[in-house]
């Protein structure tokens, strides 16, 4: 069938484009969005003139024209699971299609159909980049389909019987379809979208379908407004002839607090570990993934006793400054956790949150936000007098 070929192929094109995995900037929760655009179906006109030549073997139309176009719209809601799985439903209008047929005898036939109802589809989103997605979705829909007819000349028998001039059905049907999404924000995006409508034809046994293909915008509620929270700056201050002593620097909100502890005495780093957030998390995750595991534990067995780690977060420009600085701190605060679980003393591990301001590499490339995602691991030698 035209609409599972359609949707298919959707799913292919983004499989040989991905490449590689990507996170979606579009954040789980609810979601409502509204959609505007061009409905198409189709109208026998040779039914209509076997209608109204009523079997009059000399009887034929002189001019017959149908529209089987109009526009469309649906309203809806559904819940984002993860980057690949949600559910929506809403209600759907798609228009009017009308035609005209005038017989050698000039009696004129006219009639319109419309379609509107509710409906509930599974969609499978797929992620290219990490703004934009594909999706496909599939579904049931309870709808109504009605049409209308007059007829300039008098009572029209069809088959000898009195057609109903006024015809309305509800019936379940179902509907397929695919499309294209851009993520402006985590709560903000656009689509693009064909689907398909299957319906029950009002009036007679047979199916009727409708495409609507639509542009629409996508809200999502629930997004987490970042907490106000203290953000660690490690400084590093000279003291003549013994090295360096790190400073911490503590800002919240507008409120700047200056803590200065007593001086630790250390060199400067000796290693720097990079690791990609894509091996360390999941999407929208903080749980280290076993691959990023097994990086950390490689780093512990090499470190000297008392070493000290700090621990720096940073993302891509992709989402507000706000929330990227946010998501950066609770990365590195979840590495900071692995490393004191695998025996890491707390107080040898400091995190710093840099979110998108210390790119690596250019931010308008899917390879270069790619970099620009990581957690570095500065790795600082221990004083003699520890050792």
Known sequence: MKMKRTAATVFMVAAALQGEAVERIAMPGPYLGANLGYATGSVSLSTAEKEVCQGDPACYVTDGSADEDSFGAKLFGGYLFNQYFAVEGGYFNLGELSFKSVTNTAETYKGTLSAQGINMDVVGHLPVFDALSLFARIGVLYGEMSK???????????????????????????KLGAGIQFDFTPALGVRGEWEGYHLAEAGSSSDYDVNLY???????FGIPEPEPEKVVVVKEVPVPGEGTVLEKEVV???????????????????????????????????????????????????????DRLVVVGHTDSVGTE????????RRANAVRSRLIGLGIAAGQIETRAMGESSPVATNETDAGRTANRRVEIEVYAAPKNEE
Not at 151 to 156: C, E, H, V
Not at 276 to 283: E, G, I, P, V, W
Not at 322 to 329: E, G, P, R, T
């Open 148 to 174: 209308d007819y007059s007829y300039s000349g008098g009572t029209l028998l069809v088959n000898g019987v009195p057609k109903d001039m006024h015809v309305t059905k509800w019936d379940v049907g179902y």
């Open 214 to 220: 639509s542009v629409g915008v996508v809200y999502r």
């Open 252 to 306: 919240k909100e507008v409120e700047v607090v200056k803590e200065v502890p007593k001086p630790v005495i250390i060199k400067k780093p000796t290693e720097r570990v990079v690791l990609a957030s894509d091996t360390l998390f999941d999407f929208d995750k903080s749980d280290v993934k076993p691959q990023g595991d097994a990086a950390l534990k490689q780093l512990v067995q090499r470190l000297q006793k008392n």
């Open 322 to 329: 706000v929330y990227n600085m946010k998501l950066s701190q």
